[in-house]
T-cell receptor
Framework: AQSVTQLGSHVSVSEGALVLLRCNYSSSVPPYLFWYVQYPNQGLQLLLKYTTGATLVKGINGFEAEFKKSETSFHLTKPSAHMSDAAEYFCAVSDQGGTSYGKLTFGQGTILTVHP | SQTIHQWPATLVQPVGSPLSLECTVEGTSNPNLYWYRQAAGRGLQLLFYSVGIGQISSEVPQNLSASRPQDRQFILSSKKLLLSDSGFYLC????????????FGPGTRLLVL
């Protein structure tokens, strides 16, 4: 069974500071990994995903994440936080198994607060 | 381009009343469809998924049911709501290949009183 752990339910940074949101996963097969962002009372929007190939993945809004197999991690980073980055962020994993039907397992989410 | 709609946006219902939430997708054919529930502080929980018309798989036992009467329509229902059914319900779709990105609708906020 897959699982996703997001370390820290709340992260607070100052505007212009580095953003680091942590995600660790467990999977019996090489996974597909995703980061989604959710603004208040809205659906989820895909930030970036890792499937195969380059382990450093760049996404929208200046975010990127690095897949580290040895650490089973997929941390999300952004060099300089902007006030508009304040939202809840979800890490998710999808099994490559043939009967998975693309089902995603989500972490509990991390709420990012950006201070002026 | 593809779009996904959910309605209603918000709903307040008394305990014991029925429920029907609707999700429709435009701009694609034969998608995989998913219903998730997001409760405060609990992340997203997959409730149902469907790979075709009339094909529904339930992920967790609960007071809810799902149906897919048409290729791009997914309905979440209940005969009698419980307080614990309150939450934010999200519909999502993906390409039938099964390993593709899921795209989410705007969600329905349900409050059961």
């Amino acid at each position: 069974a897959q699982s996703v752990t997001q370390l820290g339910s709340h992260v607070s940074v100052s505007e212009g500071a580095l953003v680091l949101l942590r995600c660790n996963y467990s999977s019996s097969v090489p996974p597909y990994l995703f980061w989604y962002v959710q603004y208040p009372n809205q659906g989820l929007q895909l930030l970036l995903k890792y499937t195969t190939g380059a382990t450093l993945v760049k996404g929208i809004n200046g975010f990127e994440a690095e897949f580290k197999k040895s650490e089973t991690s997929f941390h999300l980073t952004k060099p300089s936080a902007h006030m508009s980055d304040a939202a809840e962020y979800f890490c998710a994993v999808s099994d490559q198994g043939g009967t998975s039907y693309g089902k995603l397992t989500f972490g509990q989410g991390t709420i990012l607060t950006v201070h002026p | 381009s593809q779009t996904i709609h959910q309605w209603p946006a918000t709903l307040v219902q008394p305990v014991g009343s029925p429920l029907s939430l609707e999700c429709t997708v435009e701009g694609t054919s034969n998608p995989n469809l998913y219903w998730y529930r997001q409760a405060a502080g609990r992340g997203l929980q997959l409730l149902f998924y469907s790979v075709g018309i009339g094909q529904i798989s339930s992920e967790v036992p609960q007071n809810l049911s799902a149906s897919r009467p048409q290729d791009r329509q997914f309905i979440l229902s209940s005969k009698k709501l419980l307080l614990s059914d309150s939450g934010f319900y999200l519909c999502a779709w993906s390409v039938q290949a099964g390993l593709e990105t899921q795209y989410f609708g705007p969600g329905t906020r349900l409050l059961v009183l």
